[in-house]
């Protein structure tokens, strides 16, 4: 065989089989083969003729390397593609994130695909269906379990510790005791995020928040998390619709129904509470417990307040039910009731009486 003939054929052998690898958008180990074989062709092809191999096969390698990554880009971001070149692929029950030569891919499990050059962004598949777990439950697990939990995403709800820079603030473990918190020293949680926010610098300590995160890092007890988010952030909210279960033989005046670390929920002749946010529906326990909504953003959602002469308890007013929040210096009660529940039902023992005043 000659060397024109030997030349053509290579030739297209390369540009077939990384014309094949730009096509396929599955077998990422056969497209990374077929995409090296092409690059290994189509040198081997354009050197033949060439006097000076050893510098021409160096520097054509390298140049034809970079024209490889370069198309591969632009066919992620015109046809969503996932990318031939990956250097680590990230998955969990909601998507994947392949890592490349300088950005990555976002592939959510709703196929939707975003492609995010220079990792300026972080967490950005759906979150609604992501469990939130709280950070005196999942530290101390991601520790002990460190490789099951390396580069994987979690969704933790926790308390900030104290703010580090307008990118980074910090998490413990913590207890609450007489209503006031008391932070381990034991477990760390460094909260990294990809840009500086007005939003971190404004935190406070004793915040509640619910941050999404990639764990990298553990040193000791302290674990990095990376690519954060905050959960509003990543989803809007978008409009919230409540439907209340009233209890028409209302047996009981005050019930106890679940418990969060802030708060104890009870409910007043109401059997439960339904929240339609994003044309998905829960019920208010799971909303709460899971981080979909939390309560402060119900009360931004009411129609309207009322507050307690005597202390600083506050009616919220809905449609068709009412809570009431109590007073948060002595108490830790939420009652939601019917809409006709007023102050003087006594729900709320007022700060004289509680303080023995």
Known sequence: MNIVRKRIITLLLGILFLTIALVLNTFNLFRAVLALLSIILIV???????????LFITLFTIVLTFFVIGIDYLNVCIFKKTPIITTSIVTNNHGSVYNSIGYRVWKCSDNDVKVDPLYKIGYYCEVDYMSAESINNVLPTIISNFDHYKNNYVKII??????????????RTYKEIDNTIKYSD????????????????????NDIV?????????????VTLVDAKFKDEITSQGDVYFNAESNIYCEYDKELWFQTEDNLFYRSCINDVNI????RQYNLLNAISTGVIS???IQNESLGYESQSKDNSVMY????????????????????GRTTMSFSDGYCNNVEENRGV
Do not use: W
């Open 186 to 205: 034991e477990y760390l949680l460094e909260v990294n995020f990809n840009y500086a926010t007005s939003k971190i610098s404004e935190l406070h300590e």
């Open 158 to 171: 926790g308390r900030v510790n104290s703010v580090d820079s307008d990118s980074m603030f910090s998490m």
């Open 276 to 279: 339609t946010i994003n044309n």
């Open 295 to 297: 309560l402060p953003q």
């Open 317 to 336: 007013k809905y449609k068709d039910f009412n809570i009431l929040v109590c007073d948060p210096s002595y108490s830790r009660d939420v009652i939601v």
């Open 44 to 54: 081997y092809s354009m050197q033949l003729e060439r006097t000076n191999k050893k």
């Open 210 to 222: 619910t941050v999404i995160g990639r764990v990298e890092n553990k040193y000791g007890n302290k």
